[in-house]
């Protein structure tokens, strides 16, 4: 894995959760936009889908087909024997966000 930007902003919609129960948890994500690169805020489409690849393991399972997201990592080159892609490297906790949460609040810190 290459990093090619160390900051970036997407959002997206998942299309394949397979493998989110893994550490690293591996998304498919789609109808992605930009939203930020390095220190530029844009709003760019993106044309093609992109793997979000979460190192940590506190939204491991969380995220499924449908889900609209947001995530902030690095932009990377993923380079496996059969395949060259891009992906968003995730690897703080709050890196990952759903657009489109299970129930209202889902967010929302509990009181002390």
């Known amino acids: 894995m290459e990093v090619l930007s160390p900051d970036i902003v997407v959002e997206g919609k998942v299309f394949n959760d397979l493998h989110s129960i893994y550490t690293p948890s591996v998304l498919g994500i789609d109808n992605v936009r930009i939203r930020q690169l390095d220190d530029q805020v844009v709003d760019t489409p993106f044309s093609q889908p992109l793997q979000l690849i ?4 506190a939204t491991r399972g969380e ?3 449908g889900d ?3 995530a902030r990592g690095a ?4 380079t496996t024997p059969t395949s060259k892609h891009l992906g968003v490297c995730v690897i703080e906790r709050e890196g ?17």
């Open 96 to 112: 990952i966000r759903n657009l489109t949460p299970t129930w209202e609040g889902f967010y929302d810190e509990k009181a002390a």
């Open 68 to 70: 609209k997201i947001q």
């Open 54 to 57: 979460a190192y940590h393991t």
């Open 63 to 65: 995220r499924f087909e």
């Open 75 to 78: 932009l990377v080159q993923v």
